[in-house]
């Protein structure tokens, strides 16, 4: 992968400003030379060097609008989604309830032992992106990771406060007055609202919102609220606000990963170079005749959020936002060429077209085909696991000490400590039964010995019943005997193993 780094989306340098430090003797440097010589490689770091994103119109740029305002209603909103549960239970749709050791999602509910789940929704999430990548490029990092979403935003505001791109560079060029003042001041206070939102939208995903808003601002929320808050929010308004594109090309391992799920068969966007070269300046009414559509206007470098220059070939920076797309086909349209000279396209397709063929898109590849299986079937795997979820899980754990009592008529008696979830949201009865020992019979603390045993389990949550089991001696031919619980509810049976124990081996 050729990675390029292009200047013309940067402010350029100002003129003179580095000629003192050329001459002789120990003339000054001023602070714009050195940022420059950093710039250069001749620090021990390379500083960043602002970029000045240009608004445009088009597609792919309403496509982002609407997929921003989709997905920030989505975070800011499901917190607030209600959902009707029996009893005590929290009413929020969505909940990471710490205190109660659950998970919700509306209909769904899920126990700490139950984290393969959230396993295996990692897993879906993985296979998927996989998938996608390998078939549509980096469409994630264009259209849906937070770090873009949040910078397209923060960009928004600041073009609402300065301006666009070229409003912009020459504010930050200006000297400070009171217009600069207003204009830098409103933008980062806003920056500041959006962030601190953000930060305050995540700590409801585990608490309950309503009650949590309420604490917050009279002090009483928990530390972890006013942390998880303070950190979110200080990210927030660093990353999507300064850093930018920094954090995509240093800090994000996606771009580099990436790189070994593309081939030359996966969409991209792409310069078609087989119609856009030779380039050059284009004058009206000048013959398109022995020149390429390309009239090297730089519209979609300017365009570019990442600064790069897409007409060099595919790069780590690249995001396919599609930006440079739009940019293109305006320039395109007031020349009076096709559209489309920059869009969605593979190195293969490029190819064969500047060879006189017609290009054949692949998406059904050894690598599609791998991930798209290995996806259906971890899907499958935990649609199977929800659907055949039991109601109840059943544990047993045996007495060590004494391992087991011989009482005054010869019988043997072990006891026992059941742990038995009842994850419906509604009171169950059930029956509890020994098996493996003819003539056992069970019994609790304040009941009278039977085959079964009654009892009624609250809802959502995890029942210890204690239990001894009493088996005739006849009945016992080993010290160890294996055995099984069983409990019995209107709509679930779940069993057990566990062992009797007697000594039976040790008589003389």
Partial sequence: ???VIDRVNRPAPEEGAGQAASGEGHAPVSAAERIR???????????RVPIYPKLVHGRWRMIKWALLIVMLAVYYITPWIRWERPGNLPDQAVLVDFDGARFYFFGIQLWPQEVYFITGLLVMAALGLFLVTALFGRLWCGYACPQTVWTDLYIYVERMFEGDR???????????SFDKLWRKSGKHLVWLGIAFGTGGAWIFYFHDA???IRNFWIGQAPMTAYVSCAVLTVTTYVFAGHMREQVCTYMCPWPRIQGAMLDHHSLQVTYRYDRGEPRGPHKKNQSWEGRGDCIDCNACVVACPMGIDIRNGPQLECINCGLCIDACDEIMVKVGRPKGLIFYDTDSAVAERQKGCTPRYKYVRPRTVYYAVALALVSGLMLYGLATRPPMELHALRDRNPTFV???DGAIRNGYT???SNRGFEPTPVEVRFAGVPGARVRSPGKPAGETLQVVLPPNEVTAVRVFV?????????????????VRSPKAVVKTKTTFLSGAANQL
């Fill in 406 to 408: 011989r009482l005054h």
């Fill in 166 to 176: 070229n409003a912009r560079m020459r504010l930050d060029a200006s000297p400070m």
């Fill in 37 to 47: 010589k950093k710039a250069a490689g001749g620090g021990l770091y390379k500083a």
């Fill in 418 to 420: 059941l742990k038995i």
């Fill in 210 to 212: 309503p009650t949590l």
């Fill in 470 to 486: 009493t088996a005739p001696p006849e009945a016992l031919s080993a010290s160890s005997v294996p055995a099984t619980f069983e």
């Fill in 1 to 3: 992968m050729t990675v």
